[in-house]
T-cell receptor
Framework: AQSVTQLDSQVPVFEEAPVELRCNYSSSVSVYLFWYVQYPNQGLQLLLK??????LVESINGFEAEFNKSQTSFHLRKPSVHISDTAEYFC?????????????FGQGTRLTINP | DTGVSQDPRHKITKRGQNVTFRCDPISEHNRLYWYRQTLGQGPEFLTYFQNEAQLEKSRLLSDRFSAERPKGSFSTLEIQRTEQGDSAMYLC??????????????FGPGTRLTVL
């Protein structure tokens, strides 16, 4: 079975400050890794994903995440946050097994940006 | 809008009543998923369909829950004899098999169920 742990339930930061949202996972098999974002009153949207190749993946709005296999982590970072980044962020994994489809999510991290 | 849609967006019901939710996936997507999200938690997988076949069900899906996708297009999730513990956001997602994209799942806005 897989599990995902997001170590911080809430992260308050000031605008233009850097931020890191932590994600660790547990799995006995290889996984794909995802970060989803949920803006207030909206559905989940895919922010970025790691499938294979370069361990550093980037989103179009300045977020990046690095897959660290030895530490089983996939932390999300942004060097300078904006008010519009206020949202809940979910880390998720899916096993690389033929037929496996379900996403296993962490508990979520609420990012609050203060002016 | 060609995204995943869910109806209704909100449902308030009394304990013991039956409720049914509908999900319309992105039109060309052959896979459809249901998740449940309770307050302060991440979504939890309930079940998924490939076309009209229900291929996996979570242990969370008790015998009071039933999901269908009769023609491989829209899906319904029915909860019979609702309990207060069923109060949650019910999320639907769809995907198109694409190994290179990791079968990216696109989520709908959810149906928020409140059982009084």
């Amino acid at each position: 079975a897989q599990s995902v742990t997001q170590l911080d339930s809430q992260v308050p930061v000031f605008e233009e400050a850097p931020v890191e949202l932590r994600c660790n996972y547990s799995s006995s098999v290889s996984v794909y890794l995802f970060w989803y974002v949920q803006y207030p009153n909206q559905g989940l949207q895919l922010l970025l994903k790691y499938l294979s190749g370069s361990t550093l993946v980037e989103s179009i709005n300045g977020f990046e995440a690095e897959f660290n296999k030895s530490q089983t982590s996939f932390h999300l970072r942004k060097p300078s946050v904006h008010i519009s980044d206020t949202a809940e962020y979910f880390c998720a994994v899916r096993t690389i097994i033929q037929g496996a489809q379900k996403l296993v999510f962490g508990q979520g991290t609420r990012l609050t940006i203060n002016p | 809008d060609t995204g995943v849609s869910q109806d209704p967006r909100h449902k308030i019901t009394k304990r013991g009543q039956n409720v049914t939710f509908r999900c319309d996936p992105i039109s060309e997507h052959n896979r459809l998923y249901w998740y449940r999200q309770t307050l302060g938690q991440g979504p939890e997988f309930l079940t998924y369909f490939q076309n009209e076949a229900q291929l996996e069900k979570s242990r969370l899906l008790s015998d009071r829950f039933s999901a269908e996708r009769p023609k491989g297009s829209f899906s319904t999730l029915e909860i019979q004899r609702t309990e207060q513990g069923d109060s949650a956001m019910y999320l639907c997602a769809s995907s198109l098999w694409d190994r290179d994209r990791g079968n990216e799942q696109f989520f709908g806005p959810g149906t928020r169920l409140t059982v009084l």
